[in-house]
């Protein structure tokens, strides 16, 4: 990795604190900017060897004296609003410049202005990207959004594009799948599902014959390390797939951590909703041949894993 401080924003939600800590882990100077209203505790394990900058990405001049100050040497930017209603609709069309492309615009000028600008920048993308492109998604495909969620990321995504001949740096996009893992908010399905089999307080599915790739969070951070390792050399595309290339139904995610937790078969009662299933699934080919980079943790034992973990948290709680 290069030597130098490693700037981070979204420090402070799921992927970001387990970025944080394999950072620090190796022994880095760990830079985050999280908005002035963030929650730090996934970050209290380890807030003294982290330095934190209070700043909303609107504003551009914090952000700018933030940069000069730090002059980093590599930002992963994960900072993304991503519990946006899933309805498309005009005011959300409208709000999706000012909750991803104008943050990144913010924080990418002031970068590309340093005299010793980054090496690399890596950005956070989403498999909400492609939609109702065909299955399995490829980096190549026409992306057809479905959400604002996906609509917004993915325009933020090709206005870096546009920009890129400009940019004295790569910046690379990590199409991410559907992470989950240990802390990650109970707002999620699968630790939602968990949470409900643990507790014995069973919760409906709503959508079982929905199919999703999954990918565990050290798999995430894996990936984003090593795009930011082969980047620096501008080998790698703008734009990659961090998936897994396999979509399980939520109906065969349930009926393993009802096993998992020693609840009795569909514990947890399933719904029948009206429209059809949707999958979400991407092809992890051009990670695994430019970056050397497939999933190692399998669904079983990250399911296990992100278990255990919710496990030692309520331990800790008790």
């Avoid at 880095?28 to 900017?33: L, R």
């Avoid at 909400?128 to 299955?135: H, I, M, Q, S, T």
Wanted: with cysteine.
């Amino acid at each position: 990795m290069a030597e130098g401080v490693t700037l981070l924003t979204g420090a402070g939600g799921f992927i970001g604190a387990h970025l944080v800590r394999r950072l620090l882990d190796e022994g880095g100077d760990v830079h985050a900017i999280v908005r002035p209203s963030t929650e730090l505790g996934r970050l209290s394990p380890f807030a003294e060897r982290l330095t934190i900058h209070r700043i909303d990405l609107s504003d551009r001049l914090e952000i700018r004296r933030c940069i000069r100050g730090i002059a980093p040497r590599r930002v992963f930017h994960l900072a993304a609003e991503t519990r946006l209603p899933p309805q498309p609709d005009f005011a959300a069309a409208r709000a999706s410049h000012a909750i991803y492309l104008q943050p990144a615009l913010n924080l990418l000028q002031p970068l590309a202005e340093l005299p010793r600008p980054p090496e690399v920048v890596v950005r956070a993308g989403t498999i909400a990207e492609y939609g109702r492109a065909a299955l399995p998604y490829r980096e190549d495909a026409r992306a057809v959004p479905s959400t604002p969620y996906g609509a917004g990321m993915l325009a933020t995504t090709e206005a870096i594009a546009m920009l890129a001949p400009r940019l004295p740096f790569p910046v690379v996009t990590a199409r991410l799948a559907l992470c989950y893992g240990p802390g990650q908010a109970p707002s999620f399905l699968i630790p939602a599902l968990i949470d409900a089999c643990l507790s014995r307080q069973p919760m409906t599915i709503r959508r079982p014959a929905d199919r999703r790739d999954l990918i565990h969070v050290d798999d995430a951070v894996d990936a984003l390390l090593q795009i930011a390792r082969q980047a620096s050399g501008r080998d790698v595309p703008d734009c990659v797939n961090i998936c897994s290339g396999d979509a399980p139904t939520m109906e065969e995610v349930a009926c393993r951590i009802e096993a998992m937790t020693g609840c009795p078969e569909n514990f947890l009662p399933r719904a029948e909703p009206e429209d059809a299933p949707v999958e979400l699934c991407s092809s992890p080919d051009l990670a695994a041949g430019v970056l050397g980079w497939r999933r190692r943790i399998e669904l079983d034992e990250g399911l296990a894993r992100t278990i255990a973990g919710e496990q030692l948290m309520c331990t800790k709680a008790g």
